[in-house]
């Protein structure tokens, strides 16, 4: 079997990683929401429960080795209302995990990342709120065909290679291909001539104020009979503390006859409720965010009246 430089350099790195100093850290995100559901089924009107922003507990590491590092992050997500029938539906490594080499020339990575999923300018996924309050549920499927179909899995890719390039000039490039990206586990069968895979291209540029990207995934099964595309296009602006953004997404699943569309517009404003706090003591600097509030306005095309609308009301987050 033949290998990779690729994959002898990372595999190379591993031992040095395993003997760093790991990292412990994570978030514990919990509330009480109030959702109304319209379009739905008969009975889903509105209710109360305990909701979950995306908990996650994640073990990290970084060694020097000579001009560059090596890394590695285990990532798993868990729920803090019912767990989510864990440990079956809340498995270890479930959340972003991988191991790569960086240095000057940017870093490569490889393992089970978000490729694609929740690219856009409301900043939940990395906030970590719950995903009811993000654009990623609308940005994430495609409905048609008797089917609603996860454009990037709608989650963590696996199997992938990644490239990320350093920053320059406020602008970067991030690079991916999945091997086998919508399978939990192996390659796929030895000698399939489809060798189905996805490639993905992400363009971003942050600076004066201005964070703006172009995400594009393409991506076919293994026996091509099947695939799916999207492209996203988002920017945003911060002036003083109210930020505003706007997100365009047009995906695709399917091929041929049985391709389904669909086009969703997000326009997220994001202003604090309550000003942020801070003190300082000598060199350390804490700073409290007592309450923050998100008007998080949504258009969304061509799916309105096939998916039920949900509104939901943070009452109370820790």
Known sequence: MKKSLLAIAIAAAVPAVASAQVTVSGIIKGGVASTTY??????????????????????????????????????TRFRVDDNGGAPSSSPLASGNTFVGLGGGFGSIQIGKMDTHYCAG?????????????????????????????????????????????????????QLNHSTAWGVAGSEGAVGNPGKGGATHGQLTYSGQGIVAGLSSWDARSEDKATGQKGQTIWGSYQAGPLNIGLTYDTSSAGLGGSKAERTVTSVPVRFPWV?????????????????????????????????????QSVLLSV
């Open 275 to 311: 000003p942020q706090h801070s003190s300082e003591h000598g060199q350390r600097r804490r700073t409290q965010r007592l309450v923050a509030k998100i008007l998080l306005v949504q258009v969304r095309h061509s799916i309105l009246s096939v998916l039920p609308m949900t509104f």
């Open 38 to 75: 319209s379009n739905g089924a008969s009975g889903n009107g509105s209710g109360m429960a305990v909701n979950d922003g995306s908990s996650r507990f994640i073990l990290s590491a970084t060694e020097k080795i000579g001009t560059m590092s090596a890394f590695f992050q285990v990532d």
């Open 121 to 173: 300018s409301d900043q939940h996924g990395s906030r970590a709120t719950a995903l009811t309050h993000s654009s990623c549920t609308l940005l994430g499927y495609v409905s048609g065909n008797g089917a609603n179909t996860a454009i990037a899995n709608a989650s963590r890719s696996s199997n992938v290679i990644r490239y990320t390039s350093p920053s320059m000039n406020g602008f970067a490039v």
